[in-house]
């Protein structure tokens, strides 16, 4: 948020922005619904893919949900008390099967970090070769052109 004051850019109203995430929310859920029984996938985790595609293709302007956004991320830890109850509620299943969550937790954090690693890795390299090409043909170029401008 104060990036864009210092660039000159101002924030929409907040309620303009709470209207953009509610309209977001309300069309995960409708694509959350139409999904198949036997692929679940939670309405925040498409909302999140929603708005970063809108963000990413310019439909929605960064300035449009900034400062909602800010506010949202400065009471997340609010937002994360009822998962928190929830567990206590189903605390009989922790005490039941603690050793097996524990393990499946670990597993797939180490997955996880793995895959991630091997992304980066795989991401850096194709930058390297897409700069490597971008020099090659504007080397290329200069020497077609028979010039070093």
Known sequence: MKKNQREGKKSAPLL????????????????SGLMPASFPLPTPVI???LL?????THVIKLEWVDSFSS????????LF??????L???????????IQLVLVILLATVILLVVTAYTARA????????????????QIAQNATGGDK
């Open 16 to 31: 303009f922005q709470m209207l953009i995430y509610a309209a977001i929310l309300f069309v995960s859920q409708v694509i």
């Open 47 to 49: 909302g999140l893919v």
């Open 81 to 86: 008390v009822p998962s928190g109850i929830s």
């Open 88 to 98: 206590a509620a189903n605390l009989d299943i922790m005490k039941a099967q603690g």
């Open 52 to 56: 970063y595609i809108l963000l990413t």
């Open 123 to 138: 991401l850096t390299w194709v930058k390297e070769r897409v700069a490597e090409h971008k020099t090659a043909a504007r």
């Open 71 to 78: 506010a949202l991320i400065s009471i997340i830890g609010f």
